[in-house]
Every structure is written in C-alpha cells, then in structure tokens.
C-alpha cells in the first residue's frame, strides 16, 4: 500500500523555540494532507488541511499563526509549531490521500515535547 | 468537527474470543473507516464501509453499518495477542479524499493470552 513518512518521529524542545515537522508521500503525489493532533489517551483531532499550491484551511479553534503549514509539493508538507509551549506537547500526524481513492494513508507520528 | 463515540472504551476479552466494538456518528457520512492504532504509533487502516453499504468483510473483521442508526461495528473473529490496540472508527463526509477525518473516541482492546 501507500507509504507516508514523518520526519522527526521524536523532536524534544525548549519553550518558546520553533519546531518543524515534515510528512512526505513517498510513492504517489498528494495535492491534499491533513495533520491531526492526539493527545495522550484521546482520539486524534484534526487541525488543519494542506492544500499544495494554496493557503491550509484550519479547524475552528486552532491558530493559523502557531501552526504553519506549507505544501510545497505534491508530496511533501511541513507543519511548524512555532514559539512552542508545553501545553502544545502532542502526537502529531498527518495523513494523505491517494487520488480517487476514499483511503487515507497516515503517517507514523511525530511526538513533540516541549519542555 | 464533532467526534462520534465509540464503546466500549476498553475491552478486555480471552485470546480466541470475538471482540465486537461499536461506533455511532453525528452527520450523514460518504464511508466510514476504522483503524487501528498500536500504542504510540500510526494508525493502520483496517476496513472501509461506504454509505451504500450494510457489511464487509476482510479476513477476520466484519464491519456493518446502519446509516439511520448513524452507527458502525466492527467485529473481529478468534481473537489474538497481537490484536492488543487501539481501534477507532473514522468518518468521512465528502469521500475521495477531499476532507479530513472525523475520529471517534476510539476503543482499547486488551486480548488476554
């Protein structure tokens, strides 16, 4: 099947620094990627829709201005958690659909801590 | 988007038994999907029903689904150790990839050897 890779699958960090997180489609392009958020014990939550070429659209209740999106090709999207809190200490995964499929290949997760 | 529940929220069943977990949605749907996640990884995708049908099968799993109950089930058969995880249920409301996922709450199966 599809493969989606994150990279880091870990990132620890400092309060107030900037962390960046990527999520690639490594055999088949995607002009769409989604980044869901769980926090430990919950369900995933999604934040954000990457749209390659175009601004991200953001689930009510999430900032545009903390967490950056940018799709810069059809198979690759960054997501930056910036000026990190430790409340923003998560697993984050994105997840990418396979053109004129209904499956969506997610990741393997990036956990963040921030410290 | 609002999530959906699932129950049990943890189950804890014999190695070899049936587990069957269930799932109900708010909205009119186009598929609903269930993975499984392992703990502190990436989910895997299990099974997807569309809303035009009733029930599917792969391998050991069953999933039904009932669009004027807004609910789902999933059933997995002779139960084993390695089916330990995590299973939510995901709904979709556009189909082909045009929208995020709705995730359940999601369901913890404990298979005791």
């Known amino acids: 099947g599809a493969v989606v890779s994150q990279h880091p699958s870990w990132v620890i960090c400092k309060s107030g620094t900037s962390v960046k997180i990527e999520c690639r489609s490594l055999?088949?392009?995607?002009?769409?990627m989604f980044w869901y958020r769980q926090f430990p014990k919950q369900s995933l939550m999604l934040m954000a829709t990457?749209?390659?070429?175009?601004?991200?659209?953001?689930e009510q209740g999430v900032e545009k201005d903390k967490f950056l999106i940018n799709h810069a090709s059809l198979t690759l999207s960054t997501l930056t958690v910036t000026s990190a809190h430790p409340e923003d200490s998560s697993f984050y995964i994105c997840?990418?659909?396979?053109?004129?499929?209904?499956?969506?290949?997610f990741g393997p997760g990036t956990r963040l801590t921030v410290l | 988007s609002q999530q959906g529940e699932e129950d049990p929220q943890a189950l804890s069943i014999q190695e070899g038994e049936n587990a069957t977990m269930n799932c109900s949605y708010k909205?009119?749907?186009?598929?609903l999907q269930w993975y499984r996640q392992n703990s502190g990884r990436g989910l895997v995708h299990l099974i997807l029903i569309r809303s035009n049908e009733r029930e599917k099968h792969s391998g050991r799993l069953r999933v039904t689904l009932d669009t004027s109950k807004k609910s789902s089930s999933l059933l997995i058969t002779a139960s084993r150790a390695a089916d330990t995880a995590s299973y939510f249920c995901a709904t979709s409301y556009s189909g082909g990839g045009a929208d995020g996922l709705t995730f359940g709450k999601g369901t913890h199966l404990i298979i005791q050897p």
């Open positions: 055999d088949f392009q995607a002009t769409t």
């Open positions: 990457s749209n390659e070429g175009s601004k991200a659209t953001y």
């Open positions: 909205t009119s749907i186009n598929n």
């Open positions: 997840s990418a659909p396979q053109r004129n499929t209904d499956t969506q290949y």
